[in-house]
């Protein structure tokens, strides 16, 4: 059974889990599937979320759950995910859950912002979700300025876990908000490094790619 | 030279840290870092999140309370408590209800402690909003532990650890809104027992610090 990823290709929870994949050198399906569906509840993911993972072994939910599952059954293939060392797994650790608890919502807050919330007509960011975007991005930009990469030298899913919401965030930003990155070197020259991977780009190439547009 | 924790160990997330370290049967120096402190430049240098707990292990420096959980475990696996599995199935079920816990349980549980820690009068329609968030997740607890015995398996693990200090600072600050989300569930309820009994939590707990916020400004 080949490996199936139930999500829409749009989230960054599933691309996260699709590019750990490719990252592997395996393949997948995306597949969707009804969540609040009784079939889904009970066969995927109880909480109704995507994405869900399913191989001929086992069924699973939680996108980090799911990374580190893709990163250890294929070990001894592709990239290594883990970091190289004790040190490195600590800190792959340590910025997977950054990732979980400081960094998503104040980007997906900023998202919703742009994109424009149908109860607030004005799409314009806010000033507080916007200090909130800069002084998560300036703590990743003084991290980033002492390593390559977000545990140390070696690429690890806490690097894969970030790609797709800079992907996001580069869509649908115009060049006054780009600034986030872009006054930021060691953040943009990161961003530029783990994006220009083979892995992600042809992750980006496959169909259900919706590039963002409205 | 061993290892170090950053914080007070009120702080559920300092807990989470101590319990591991004490669970592999290792030992700790408490570095009292009081809520005050943490945005000072000393301790930002350490986690620019200014959050504790922060654990030193001789060069290395570890923030996040789960991240540090799972680096105690790596470090000293093979003694004490095994906290994760070797079987890679089971690890996944782990990492699985880890996540469940950060995104699902942790959430609403931290929302309702917030109300009582640090307003004068708590804000009843946040306290009521994420418990019936806080409900409709321990249904699924429930159902998931009527099956097994821990939330993994039948083994505890890193899983039901992560759970134990934010149910104990809920039931500290709200008796009843614990009784009626946790005892009222069977199988949550007896898992609750468990857990808490482990020597580990109860060296924890035996300090009256353990489960003292009163310093805390109120508003």
Redesign the interface.
């Known amino acids: 059974m080949a490996i199936k990823i139930y999500g829409p290709f749009r989230s960054p929870f599933v691309m996260a889990v699709a590019l750990a994949i490719y990252e592997k050198d395996q393949e997948f399906e995306l597949l969707m599937m009804d969540i609040k569906s009784p079939e889904y509840l009970n066969n995927f993911n109880?909480?109704g979320k995507i994405p869900s993972y399913q191989d001929e072994?086992?069924t699973?939910?939680?996108s980090?759950?799911i990374m580190?599952?893709i990163a250890?059954?294929f070990a001894d293939e592709g990239t290594p995910l883990l970091g190289s060392t004790?040190?490195e797994?600590?800190?792959c650790?340590?910025w997977?859950?950054?990732h979980?608890?400081?960094f998503t919502q104040p980007m997906v807050e900023m998202a919703r912002a742009i994109r424009g919330n149908p109860q607030q007509p004005d799409a314009s960011v806010s000033k507080p979700a916007l200090e909130r975007v800069n002084n998560v991005l300036?703590?990743y930009e003084?991290?980033l300025s002492t390593s390559k990469y977000l545990a140390g030298e070696s690429y690890t899913l806490a690097d894969i876990t970030h790609t797709p919401f800079f992907y996001i965030f580069n869509a649908i930003t115009d060049d006054e908000n780009k600034k986030c990155i872009t006054s930021r070197p060691h953040l943009h020259a990161w961003i530029q490094d783990i994006s220009s991977r083979p892995a992600w780009k042809k992750l980006t190439e496959r169909p259900e790619n919706p590039h963002y547009k409205q | 030279m061993g290892l170090t924790v950053h914080g007070d160990i009120c702080s559920p997330f300092v807990k989470i840290a101590a319990m591991t370290i004490y669970e592999k049967n290792e030992d700790f120096e408490l570095v009292f870092a009081r809520l005050s402190l943490l945005k000072t430049e000393e301790f930002l240098a350490k986690n620019p999140f200014g959050r504790m707990p922060v654990l030193e292990d001789g060069d290395l420096v570890v923030f996040e309370s789960r991240a540090v959980a799972r680096y105690v475990e790596a470090k000293f696996e093979g003694q004490g408590t095994p906290l994760m599995p070797a079987n890679l199935k089971e690890q996944a079920l782990v990492n699985i209800w880890a996540e469940v816990e950060s995104q699902s349980f942790c959430p609403p549980v931290w929302a309702i402690c917030s109300q009582f820690l640090s307003k004068k009068v708590p804000d009843v329609s946040v306290i009521e909003a994420s418990r019936e968030k806080l409900e409709k997740v321990l249904d699924i607890y429930e159902i998931q532990l009527s099956k097994r015995k821990y939330l993994a398996g039948d083994f505890f693990s890193l899983a039901d650890l992560f759970h134990i200090p934010l149910l104990h600072i809920l039931q500290c600050l709200s008796e009843d809104i614990f009784r009626s989300v946790i005892n009222s569930r069977t199988y949550v309820h007896k898992w609750h027992q468990d857990i808490t009994n482990r020597p580990s939590w109860k060296r924890i707990i035996s300090v009256p610090e353990a489960s003292d916020w009163s310093f805390l400004p109120k508003v």
Do not use: G
Request: a neutral charge; hydrophobic letters at 40%; zero cysteines.
């Open positions: 109880p909480f072994d086992i699973l939910f939680e980090k759950a580190r599952y250890t059954k004790i040190v797994q600590a800190l650790n340590q997977l859950e950054v979980s608890h400081s300036d703590t003084a991290r």
